[in-house]
């Protein structure tokens, strides 16, 4: 089941430059799309959300695009700090539920 | 700031005994969830409780699962006959609302181990 797909285990940028983090999705039933960031032995802690009603939401550092019809949504963090690296996970949710979807994660690390 | 915290830490177990893990959701929230991480794989759903009863599962939830809010602020995971398969990291969540602010916001964990 890749209803939610991050593509990219991992990512490497400098401090100070963008962070771009990809997920793609197959159901076009999920209509709230959250990203979430976990360090090690936490819980995954909430960033950002978007609805399908919109295609971008953005707060500080960290946006969200939402492109409805390539089924993709993408996770800019801007400028990237060390204290970003991390697994970022993407989630959606279904109209029908709250239940989440997890993608399987992507590790950033964001070297000084 | 409020969280969800998750007691024990890390459980664990002989293969076919019982285990209740625990978590206490954040205090004015109403939607309680849980969800696993077996390690490598991605985090999965596995039931959601509202108003004293669930209200969505997956069917990772067996009959061998089963959740109790057992007073105002306890909210607990009992698997009644632990299989190997059931090692991983189990997540508590909990949401203020359903629908569109449904950001729900996730212990820290207990990681059980299943010999």
């Known amino acids: 089941d890749q209803q939610v797909k991050q593509n990219s285990p991992s990512l490497s940028v400098q401090e100070g430059r963008i962070s771009i983090l990809n997920c793609d999705y197959t159901?076009?039933?999920?209509?709230?799309f959250l990203w979430y960031k976990k360090y090690p032995a936490e819980g995954p802690t909430f960033l950002i959300s978007?609805?399908?009603?919109?295609d971008k939401n953005e707060d500080g550092r960290f946006t969200v695009f939402l492109n409805k019809s390539a089924k993709h949504l993408s996770l800019h963090i801007v400028p990237s700090q060390p204290g970003d690296s991390a697994v970022y996970f993407c989630a959606a949710r279904g109209n029908a539920g709250n239940m989440l979807t997890f993608g399987g994660g992507t590790r950033l690390m964001v070297k000084p | 700031e409020p969280e969800v915290t998750q007691t024990p830490s890390h459980q664990v177990t002989q293969m076919g005994q019982e285990v209740i893990l625990r978590c206490v959701p954040i205090?004015?929230?109403?939607?309680f969830y849980w969800y696993r991480q077996i390690l490598g794989q991605k985090v999965e759903f596995l039931v959601s409780?509202?108003?004293?009863?669930?209200?969505?599962k997956s069917e990772i939830f067996d009959d061998q699962f089963s959740v109790e809010r057992p007073d105002g602020s306890n909210f607990t995971l009992k698997i009644r006959s632990t299989k190997l398969e059931d090692s991983a990291m189990y997540f508590c969540?909990?949401?203020?609302?359903?629908?569109?602010?449904?950001?729900?916001?996730f212990g820290p964990g207990t990681r059980l181990t299943v010999l």
């Open positions: 978007i609805s399908s009603i919109k």
């Open positions: 969540a909990s949401s203020e609302l359903a629908g569109e602010a449904n950001e729900q916001f």
């Open positions: 409780f509202y108003n004293n009863e669930i209200s969505e």
């Open positions: 159901n076009s039933m999920f209509d709230y």
């Open positions: 205090s004015n929230h109403l939607y």
